[in-house]
């Protein structure tokens, strides 16, 4: 299982230097909406990695198939823009609350 990263270039590059293999530069809404919905049905894909903004730029239906989704555990970074937080997350993919 694998992390996956899809942002624009600049987003990308410190996860590519911490060595995420798996990232993908989607800097217009097209290239970004493909690549999500490919990687949403990657087996090998664990966590989906997508920054809060560009989140918002994807199509409602993809965006709440990606909020829904378990596997792979999407995790957006910047600014909490709806959704999720990290906490609900991984209560959801875990079942436990690991605050507590």
Avoid at 22 to 35: C, G, H, N, Q, R
Avoid at 36 to 43: A, H, I, Q, T
Avoid at 49 to 78: F, N, Y
């Amino acid at each position: 299982m694998e992390i996956a990263v899809v942002g624009n270039s600049e987003f990308i590059i410190g996860f590519q230097l911490a060595g995420i293999q798996m990232t993908y530069p989607a800097d217009d809404d097209e290239k970004l909406k493909d690549v999500v919905s490919r990687l949403l049905g990657d087996g090998n894909v664990a966590i989906l990695v997508i920054k809060g903004s560009d989140m918002q730029r994807l199509p409602p239906r993809l965006r709440i198939a990606l909020e829904e989704s378990v596997t792979p555990t999407v995790v957006t970074i910047g600014a909490e823009e709806g959704g999720m937080s990290m906490r609900e997350r991984i209560i959801k993919a875990m079942g436990v609350d690991l605050w507590k």
